[in-house]
């Protein structure tokens, strides 16, 4: 059975940090993601990386904030974020994907397989 568990979300004041952690059980998948939605926008991907290899892809409005890693041994990615703004205030869900992608940027999309049950990020300014 696959499950997908996330801790690590909370409040945090605008230039802090926090790291959020998703553990994978039941099987290895070929990448794994986060994602974040707030009320009335659409959810997108911040980061994703493939298991293998490691390679990372992050959307613009965190690259040089947020960095994607993966634990091999715990079945476990984190997402680490500094310098927090009130514009990542959102739910942040962890996902997992089982098929490959050609392209590393295809990793933004929404097709992944198994979805976390969500954590809440709050920012305040």
């Known amino acids: 059975q696959v499950q997908l568990v996330e801790s690590g979300g909370g409040l945090v004041q605008a230039g802090g940090s926090l790291r959020l952690s998703c553990a994978a059980s039941g099987r290895t998948f070929y990448a794994m993601g986060w994602f974040r939605q707030a009320p009335g926008k659409e959810r997108e991907c911040v980061a994703a990386i493939r298991w293998r290899g490691g390679s990372t892809y992050y959307a613009d409005s965190v690259k040089g904030r947020f960095t994607i890693s993966r634990d091999n041994a715990k079945n476990t990615v984190y997402l680490q974020m500094n310098s927090l703004k009130p514009e990542d205030t959102a739910v942040y869900y962890c996902?997992?994907?089982?098929?490959?992608?050609?392209?590393?940027?295809?990793?933004?999309?929404?097709?992944?397989?198994?979805w976390g049950q969500g954590t809440q990020v709050t920012v305040s300014s």
């Open positions: 996902a997992a994907k089982s098929t490959a992608v050609a392209i590393l940027r295809n990793l933004r999309n929404t097709n992944y397989d198994y």
